[in-house]
């Protein structure tokens, strides 16, 4: 069976700490992605990844990083945390063939106090 | 730029009763068409997908969903709903290959469905 597995499901963090949310995919997908879910605005992207080492901002980048060194793991990397990022984070991946059939982990909600 | 709008928030149906979800979409070009569901303390998962061809595609657990350009809708329906159906469902856009948004799924806000017995 398929899978994306996330590193946390529930995250506490303070404001200003760096936060890193991990994603491991075990179906050789060459694409990866990170969302940001919440209420009344269904998923929004915040990057993407093609490959190692490749990464895509986007449609909502800003305050986040990624890093792809593997071709399975794919992190979200809060710099510094904020109230604002105060959501639930979904890791999807899928295969260069069929970039939009994507498969999701069970996702991370994470509290910034 | 792509959009996608779900225009109900919440359907409330009872079990056996026929759903169908609206999706209407914005996209300058043939889009690339998705439903997918979200079960409680789960991912999303695929339900359907449409690329050309027919217009009406079969996805997974019964569902059935029709695009129709001139209504730029795609929506989702299924003649008879089961219990286990009670989910959040999100209707999403994919940019055909060459286009600025190529790669991005644009997804709905989404429908919570209810299913009483």
């Known amino acids: 069976d398929v899978k994306v597995t996330q590193s946390s499901r529930y995250l506490v963090k303070r404001t200003g700490e760096k936060v890193f949310l991990e994603c491991v995919q075990d179906?050789?997908?060459?694409?990866m992605f990170w969302y940001r879910q919440d209420p009344g605005l269904g998923l929004r992207l915040i990057y993407f990844?093609?490959?190692?080492?490749?990464?895509e901002k986007g449609d909502i980048p800003e305050g986040y990083s990624v890093s792809r060194e593997k071709k399975e793991r794919f992190s979200l990397i809060l710099e510094s945390a904020s109230t604002n990022q105060t959501s639930m984070y979904l890791c999807?991946?899928?295969?260069?063939?069929?970039?939009?059939?994507?498969?999701f982990g069970p996702g991370t909600r994470l509290t910034v106090t | 730029a792509q959009s996608v709008t779900q225009p109900d928030i919440h359907i409330t149906v009872s079990e056996g009763a026929s759903l169908e979800l609206r999706c209407n979409y914005s996209?300058?070009?043939?889009?690339?068409l998705f439903w997918y569901v979200q079960s409680p303390g789960q991912g999303l998962q695929l339900l359907l997908k449409?690329?050309?061809?027919?217009?009406l595609v079969q996805g997974i657990k019964g569902f059935e969903a029709e695009f129709k350009r001139s209504q730029s809708s795609f929506n989702l329906r299924k003649p008879s709903v089961h219990w286990s159906d009670a989910a959040e469902y999100f209707c999403?856009?994919?940019?055909?290959?060459?286009?600025?948004?190529?790669?991005?799924?644009?997804f709905g806000q989404g429908t919570i469905l209810t299913v009483h017995p």
């Open positions: 999807a991946s899928s295969s260069e063939l069929r970039l939009y059939e994507q498969y």
């Open positions: 179906m050789d997908h060459e694409n």
């Open positions: 990844s093609y490959d190692v080492k490749m990464k």
């Open positions: 996209y300058g070009a043939t889009p690339y």
């Open positions: 449409y690329f050309s061809g027919d217009t």
């Open positions: 999403a856009v994919g940019a055909e290959a060459g286009g600025t948004s190529y790669g991005k799924l644009t």
